[in-house]
């Protein structure tokens, strides 16, 4: 396959590049990304064309810059696309959702628009649970399922909302050939420090003060990216055109659990936390049933929760050279928190 991965250099869709590169290293794959706070091409360096003779080849863009993406879908002879491009933050979504509009709705939008002159090409497009709202705490047996209706709750998830529903749209009108895949909260390596386990993380190898939203009791279900990235190599060889698969990880967790956990893996006091102003519009909690990728696919998380926990914690204590700038930039959204201490 020649394969174009939008926001190949991203968090997620970096480790499906090394993934990909080491599973199936016949395929061509080209990196479409447009390099913003959280690409960074140290992510797939090592599996690039100038590293290996059969690695990923680089094209700097924006997916909303529809004639570049046109001419690289032509020079490469694209037959797939991996579309994980987004701005994915939610309290920078907040603050400034301009972004998020551009890059998750109308850059989505591009793509499908290519897809009707050239119905040759295959799109797998990555989504987020965070679409369908929030679940109650005091009902941990309902999940959510790809029938579960749309709630988002910030401009983030509204966005991918969104683009979720011009993809079906497409499917359905132009008979493009897309599938969809929704996930829980991903963690491991390349995860920029904003996010909770990697912000946990180095801050408590710093022994800095960790901000907590609120009680901290907020539920997320976590998958691994290598196990994400299983998941949609499984759809992509195995999944129905047109349909949707939840991906999840059997991770649900209370996020005052996970900071402990980490605090615990790492030998660090639990005085380090800080309990803060809760978000606003904060969902409470998330929760995947993937049962129909189970039976359709045979998908099931290759590790558990903890063994992949403190995998993550041994690639950022033995990573601190990818991760030691970026910090800064995460610090000043942390110590923003903590001045608004409980």
């Known amino acids: 396959m020649n394969i174009l991965v939008t926001g190949g250099a991203g968090f997620i869709g970096s480790n499906f590049v090394h993934y990909w590169i080491e599973k199936y290293p016949s395929d061509n794959l080209v990196v479409f990304d447009k390099l913003t706070y959280a690409g960074n091409l140290e992510n797939i360096k090592e599996v690039l064309r100038d ?36 701005e ?40 987020t649970d965070e679409v369908y709202g929030d679940l109650p705490l005091d009902k941990p047996e309902v999940k959510f399922t790809e029938n579960s209706k749309y709630s988002p709750s ?28 929704n996930c829980s909260n991903n963690f491991g390596p390349f995860c920029f420090p904003e996010k909770l386990i990697p912000l946990v993380i180095t801050r408590a190898l710093y022994n800095q003060e960790i901000p907590v939203y609120g009680t901290g009791e907020q539920v997320r279900d976590w ?7 299983y998941g949609i190599d499984l759809i992509l060889r195995k999944g ?37 102003g809760d978000r606003k519009g ?30 993550t914690i041994e690639w950022y204590k033995n990573n601190e050279d990818w991760w030691k700038e970026s910090k800064k930039k995460a610090d000043i959204i942390a110590e923003k928190y903590l001045a608004q201490r409980l």
């Open 88 to 127: 994915s933050h939610v309290d920078r979504s907040i603050e400034a959702p301009d972004d998020f509009i551009q890059t998750n709705i109308i850059g989505t939008f591009n793509i499908l628009e290519l897809l009707k002159k050239y119905p040759h090409i295959r799109l797998h497009h990555v989504s």
């Open 154 to 181: 910030s401009p983030y998830s509204a966005s991918k909302a969104a683009s979720d529903h011009l993809v079906r749209a497409y499917v359905r009108t132009y008979g493009i050939k897309a599938t969809i895949s």
């Open 51 to 86: 590293s290996r003779p059969n690695g990923a080849i680089f094209v700097k863009g924006d997916i909303c810059n529809r004639d570049l993406l046109e001419k690289t879908l032509k020079d490469f002879e694209i037959d797939s696309i991996v579309h994980f491009a987004a």
């Open 282 to 311: 904060h969902d409470q909690r998330y929760a995947i049933d993937y049962s129909k990728a189970r039976k359709d696919l045979g998908f099931e998380p290759l590790k558990n929760f903890e063994e992949r926990l403190k995998e």
């Open 223 to 229: 998958i691994h990216t290598r196990d994400h990235v």
């Open 240 to 276: 129905k055109l047109g349909e949707t698969y939840l991906l999840g990880g059997n991770g649900e967790r209370q996020n005052i659990w996970v900071v402990r956990k980490i605090l615990e893996i790492l030998g660090k006091p639990e005085n380090l936390i800080v309990h803060v």
